[in-house]
Nanobody
Framework: QVQLVESGGGLVQPGGSLRLSCAAPATIFIVYDMGWYRQAPGKQRELVARITRLSSTKYADSVKGRFTISRDNAKRTVYLQMNSLNAEDTAAYSC???????????????WGQGTQVTVSS
């Protein structure tokens, strides 16, 4: 079982910033796409941002221009820099990664434990 380790959530005032991190184990053979989903109470889960191994990115319309996803392939880590946060960004954020754990294994999606982001004054 592959466990991704997240960090960086918390409470922030409107207009503030947070940076989320998510690391895959160093023993992973190949990490393909990485990204972040979020789910607010009473709402459907939505894809916030994703980034390919070659750093092609995609964002939800609601976060374009405010959030930036990046990755460090050597560290097998994905980052989500969140700026100009507002109350609508309050949600549980979960990272995922499509990984091939070992040579010859089938690529699969794995998830982090989730981190809460609360935007409130």
């Amino acid at each position: 079982q592959v466990q991704l380790v997240e960090s960086g959530g918390g409470l922030v005032q409107p207009g503030g910033s947070l940076r989320l991190s998510c690391a895959a184990p160093a023993t992973i053979f190949i990490v393909y796409d990485m990204g972040w989903y979020r789910q607010a109470p009473g709402k459907q889960r939505e894809l916030v941002a994703r980034i390919t191994r070659l750093s092609s990115t995609k964002y939800a319309d609601s976060v374009k221009g405010r959030f930036t996803i990046s990755r460090d392939n050597a560290k097998r880590t994905v980052y989500l820099q969140m700026n100009s946060l507002n109350a609508e960004d309050t949600a549980a954020y979960s990272c995922y990664a499509t990984v091939q754990p070992r040579a010859g294994s089938t690529p699969s999606d794995y998830w982090g434990q989730g981190t809460q982001v609360t935007v409130s004054s």
